[in-house]
């Protein structure tokens, strides 16, 4: 009796925990009805792969639905749901691409993708940031500078000033005329110079710089465009080792393309060219050649006002002292003066063993259009040892 007593406990209590357990899944089951008593739950499927691209006043959004043929309605919200705008759809049931483009006010914006069904049944929410550009942006950027104009026998150089490239620089575009046809230029932002071909005379070229805000933006930002006139700076001629002669008697001779006085051609009849040391600029005195008093070798050019340097850039050797009064002389007109009267000159440096090239330049400024005569300038000694001055090259430019 004792046994079936304690048989008869054991399956009462099984009894009393299944209708617990029962009971507690028939509430549970209860509470779950409330939520789904209007139906179940739809959602439409989403999108996917989503990417803004930057642009001016707008933006492009651009992502893939999924093979959910009931997509009819993207809706894409942004400023905390305040502006949207929505693009019917209309695809089947394979992956198709969505790419739109639509206006936004200027700045970062958080953008909130919602696909919806015919029966307006909605997918979750899609993030994507993105940002429009507009004036903010344009007042960053400004056209690109043009540091420098060199004339040649191919053309005109320009030379570029360097840019922020944080702004977006791309190119600039550059138009001119030439023998009465419109010549169109693309610089590329890495490109440091450009070559204009032909172009030989003073012309008005006009230019202007094309920004892109992002890598990947849609549309690009363009600054007025900047005029400007440009205009060959003459050049000194026969400048440079090899000098040419245009007369010669053994190692010396007279050089071409400069004016030399009568006072410098002390080695019968020439002076100032020497055949030593790879045709250099020499005009030497002494070791049997006589003294020279107010020597000159010069050119003349027309310039335009502007401030110009004149001096030698590449110098060999001297050994002339401040007793020889020997000059880099620059003077208006179409002569250099004498050596007593050196102060006169639009500007001077005296030569003397020791000077560094930065000390062996002449920076003059013109007011107006002027004939301008620069060159060398010397009396110096004779007897032994000589005096002499081995110029490998000289250097003339526009500030």
């Not at 048989?7 to 009393?16: H, M, N, P, S």
């Not at 509430?27 to 989403?46: A, H, L, N, V």
């Not at 575009?173 to 030439?178: P, S, V």
């Not at 202007?208 to 003459?234: G, H, L, M, N, Q």
Request: hydrophobic share 35%.
């Amino acid at each position: 009796m004792k046994i079936i007593h304690n048989l008869y406990k054991i399956g009462l209590a099984v009894v009393v925990l299944c209708c617990a357990v029962a009971m507690s899944s028939c509430s549970k089951w209860d509470d779950f009805k409330k939520y789904t008593k209007d139906g179940e739950i739809m959602y439409t499927g989403k999108m996917d792969s989503v990417k803004v691209y930057s642009g001016k006043g707008r933006v492009m959004l651009r992502g893939e639905f999924n093979a959910d043929p009931k997509i009819k309605l993207t809706k894409i919200y942004w400023n905390d749901f305040r502006d949207s705008v929505e693009f019917h759809v209309d695809k089947g049931s394979e992956r198709a691409v969505f790419e739109r483009t639509f206006d936004v006010d200027e700045g970062v914006k958080n953008f909130i993708i919602h696909n919806y069904d015919g029966s307006g049944n909605r997918s979750i929410a899609v993030n994507a940031v993105g940002t429009s550009y507009g004036s903010s942006y344009r007042r960053k950027i400004n056209n690109r500078l043009i540091s420098a104009v060199d004339f040649n026998e191919n053309g005109a150089t320009l030379t570029w000033e360097a840019m922020d490239l944080s702004t977006g620089p791309q190119y600039t575009e550059l138009e001119y005329e030439l023998n009465g046809e419109t010549k169109n230029v693309i610089i590329p932002i890495n490109e440091t110079t450009v070559l204009l071909p032909e172009l030989s005379a003073a012309t008005t070229i006009r230019y202007r710089t094309i920004f892109k805000p992002e890598k990947t933006s849609i549309d690009t930002f363009a600054v007025a465009f900047r005029s400007r006139e440009i205009k060959p700076v003459p050049k000194l001629k026969n400048s440079k080792v090899p000098f040419v002669a245009a007369a010669r008697n053994g190692r010396w001779g007279t050089l071409a393309d400069w004016i030399t006085n009568d006072a410098a051609k002390i080695h019968g009849g020439h002076g100032g060219w020497d055949e030593w040391n790879g045709n250099i600029f020499n005009l030497e005195s002494g070791w049997g050649a006589p003294a020279v008093t107010n020597g000159k070798i010069y050119q003349t050019l027309e310039l335009e006002p502007g401030t110009y340097t004149f001096g030698i850039s590449d110098l060999r050797d001297t050994n002339l002292t401040v007793d020889d009064k020997a000059y880099l002389v620059v003077a208006l007109g179409n002569t250099i003066p004498d050596v007593e009267q050196v102060a006169t000159a639009l500007g001077s440096v005296q030569v003397v063993q020791g000077k560094t090239l930065l000390e062996l330049q002449v920076t003059f400024t013109i007011r107006e259009t002027s004939s301008v005569s620069m060159g060398y300038l010397t009396t110096q000694s004779g007897g032994t040892p000589g005096r002499y001055c081995n110029i490998r090259a000289f250097d003339f430019y526009k500030n």
